[in-house]
Nanobody
Framework: RPAESGGGSVRPGDSLTLSCVVPGYTLYYTTVGWFRQPPGKEREEVACIIRDPYGTHYADSVKGRFTIAHDRANDRLLLRMNSLKAEDTALYYC??????????????????WGQGTQVTVSP
């Protein structure tokens, strides 16, 4: 099961990097994604790396500020978040599609989920 870390409380404009690992599993060869659920709202996509066909996808709200990337040396999935805003406050989840069947960054296509890590952005 994915395990997220790196969340915390920061101020607007700050940066934060989230990390996801699946013990005993190589993430690089799977389809992976970050999703979030803001308080009182539905879960939404943040960013995904689709393996087949290969592509990286971002929600419009985070384009240019967030970067999803593999840390192959440590077999982790990262989400680098810059210029954080109050509206980025949410519980952030890492999701994995080990069978590489997902073709879109849609939560319904990811069967394996972590428990989430909280990110709070406030003055």
């Amino acid at each position: 099961r994915p395990a997220e870390s790196g969340g915390g409380s920061v101020r607007p404009g700050d940066s934060l990097t989230l990390s996801c690992v699946v013990p005993g599993y190589t993430l690089y060869y799977t389809t992976v994604g970050w999703f979030r659920q803001p308080p009182g709202k539905e879960r939404e996509e943040v960013a995904c790396i689709i393996r087949d066909p290969y592509g990286t996808h971002y929600a419009d709200s985070v384009k240019g500020r967030f970067t999803i990337a593999h840390d192959r040396a440590n077999d982790r999935l990262l989400l680098r978040m810059n210029s954080l805003k109050a509206e980025d406050t949410a519980l952030y989840y890492c999701a994995v599609d080990a069978d590489v069947t997902a073709t879109t960054c849609s939560a319904s296509e990811f069967p394996d989920w972590g428990q989430g890590t909280q990110v709070t952005v406030s003055p």
